[in-house]
């Protein structure tokens, strides 16, 4: 679901490539696939999974990641925050150029930021995300720039490195709708990355190539082409003929078929990404948590792992990941499959059986709208959910539509009683932007859950600037968030990437990760 929201385009954790110097091609490229036609603009409201990679490889950001999921220096080489943490200061790489020849400089970063992002009325992606905090950007000189911040953000620079790409001030002139500007966003973008557009036939293909005024090592490929192709289906039989180099496996079932061509690679890593089924907290019958927990009760996940999953994954407790080591809490409250439970929890709040077996209270039956999306394995995951909910007396109605209108209808109108879905997050364990009072109705906090207390608590681990300060309030937050469920926490998958053995030179980070250092890539002759 976009960065936010979703999943990513394709799942890259890669094992980083053996093959010696001598064997490098120097005409090699690489065929990717995208599941619709891209936006070239990281900050699109109309930018989802379709695009959300291809711009990591035009739009670098200030910071990307590091094999330890660290901010790593990216167009800014170094950053200091005040002591007071309202104010960062970044020092810019110097003679970075945009692939048009101009110099990038401070004043592309603020209009970014300030021009773009900070807009309300532009409702940017992301950019509820960045209002929480930022306030303003501003020029210092051509290679320094300020972030003015309203409230402390210790993971500013982390967030920094989560498909936050800069974009050209002077491609911008004169454009008076960022969103609606086509020759930029559909057809030739202005960048900065280690590969430029070349050709757009939509519907059909994306190509790249090497963008000789990148800042950094030179691109080691000449080009990578994206093929629009948005069956699951078609894209691994195009895999196995050797029509595409890489896929990012959405179902697991298809794993041993890959294993057995002597061509392909699986490569299966953790990621930070969870699944839930979101309760729009708008209802009131989802303010009551004891309604919450017993729908969590009556899901059997581990089964759900199995069948959907093949094991591939594991239940989740939380928003923060298992990945991330120094702060995942396992030691929290939870939720075995147990439907007599959820069958009590729902009867002390005042649910009771009515003469079909749905459960009624205040004369009214049980019933969830429940809409869902054509993607990948969102609607398996609704249908098991809704049997399991029918098992303990409650009734869901599913609606399936296409992903688009599924984004439109369920996370920007909000216009849906529950949904199941997932969060790719920054490898961080600042999850304030999907959990912040201030970011219900309007931000990435989809169930519009409300809390004080962990408001507070998110505030205060923004503020927390050591790692020990930082576990402690994490792990208080991951237990307020075990108990009161503001998501139905399902798993943490695996992300399984299936890739042609000729493709070499990704690090094995994760996801984006992997695409923040594509001028290493390369393909063996």
Known sequence: ???????????????????????????????????????????????????????????????????????????????????????????LRKNVKWSDGKPLTADDVAFTFNDLVLKKELGANQGSTWRNAVTRVNVVNPTTVEFILSRPWASLPTYLAYYAGILPKHAFAGVTDPWKFTAFNKQNPVSSGPFKISQVVSG???????????????????????????????????????????????????VERVKGSPNLTVDIATANIYYFVALNQDDPRFKDARVRQALLYAINRPAMISSVLKGYGQVATGPIAPIQKSFYNAKVQQYPYDPARAKALLAQAGWKPGPDGTLMKDGKPFVISMPTASYQQLVPISLLVQQ??????????????????????????????????????????????????????????????????????????????????????????????????????????????????????????????????????????
């Open 388 to 525: 399991y909910w029918k098992d303990i007396g409650v009734k869901a109605e599913i609606k399936t539509m296409d992903w688009n209108s599924y984004i439109q209808q369920v996370i920007v109108k909000r216009d849906y009683q529950a949904s199941a879905a997932w969060w790719s997050t920054p490898a961080d364990p600042d999850v304030l932007p999907y959990y912040d009072s201030s970011a219900a109705n309007v931000g990435n906090n989809i169930p519009n859950y409300k809390n004080p207390k962990l408001d507070t608590l998110l505030e205060n681990g923004r503020k927390a600037s050591s790692l020990v300060t930082r576990r402690v309030v994490y792990n208080e937050a991951q237990a307020l968030m075990a108990r009161e469920l503001p998501y139905l926490y399902l798993w943490y998958p695996q992300s399984i990437t299936a890739y042609n053995k000729r493709l070499q030179g990704l690090r094995g980070i994760t996801q984006a990760a992997d695409f923040q250092y594509a001028n290493e890539w390369f393909v063996t002759k």
């Open 204 to 254: 059909a293909t994306v190509r790249m190539v090497r963008n000789d005024n990148y800042w950094g090592a030179r691109p080691k490929l000449q080009g990578v082409t994206f093929k629009v192709v948005p069956d699951s289906n078609a894209q691994l039989a195009q895999l196995l003929s050797g029509d595409v180099d890489l896929i990012a496996i959405g179902n697991p079932e298809t």
């Open 1 to 91: 679901m976009k960065r936010t929201r979703t999943m990513t385009l394709l799942a890259l954790s890669l094992l980083v490539g053996k093959a010696s110097a001598q064997s490098v091609d120097p005409a090699g490229t690489v065929t990717f696939v995208t599941t619709a036609d891209p936006t070239f603009n990281p900050w699109s409201p109309n930018a989802f999974v379709e695009s959300n990679l291809i711009n990591e490889l035009l739009f670098p950001g200030l910071t990307r990641w590091d094999k330890d999921l660290k901010p790593a220096p990216d167009l800014a080489t170094s950053w200091k925050a005040s002591s007071d943490g309202l104010k960062w200061t970044f020092n």
